[in-house]
């Protein structure tokens, strides 16, 4: 079973930037779908970007579209998060996922229920 561990999170002004990394192992990367998650304080978790394999369908969450981009190093078995022009209301724990159901992924919805594997998360808070 892959495990995921993400890192990278932290804190940063309103206006800046934070990549994040979700190293992947106990898998091969290329295989699987992935996704990020967030969950704000005192909200529900929301899917925000995943890639399926091949990078066929990428799907961004209108909240971070044009500002976050999803990035995949299979070579390294690492799947990133770029997160630009943050803002405090992208403060939250950040979740890496996958899945080799081949599902999870859509054009216009990341369904969490359809990952099975998780990482443990990585807190982002964005200071206004």
């Known amino acids: 079973q892959v495990q995921l561990v993400e890192s990278g999170g932290g804190l940063v002004q309103a206006g800046g930037s934070l990549k994040l990394s979700c190293a992947a192992s106990?898998?091969?990367?290329?295989?699987?779908?992935m996704g990020w998650f967030r969950r704000a304080p005192g909200k529900e978790r929301e899917g925000i970007s995943c890639?399926?394999?091949?990078?066929?369908?990428?799907y961004y969450a209108d909240s971070v579209k044009g500002r976050f981009t999803i990035s995949r190093d299979n070579a390294n078995n690492t799947v990133y998060l770029r997160m630009n022009s943050l803002k405090p209301e992208d403060t939250g724990v950040y979740y890496c996922?996958?899945?080799?159901?081949?599902?999870?992924?859509?054009?216009?919805?990341?369904?969490?229920?359809?990952?099975?594997?998780w990482g443990q998360g990585t807190q982002v808070t964005v200071s206004s």
């Open positions: 996922a996958s899945t080799d159901s081949g599902y999870g992924c859509y054009e216009h919805t990341s369904r969490s229920e359809e990952y099975g594997n």
């Open positions: 890639s399926n394999t091949m990078s066929k369908i990428t």
């Open positions: 106990g898998g091969t990367l290329s295989s699987y779908t």
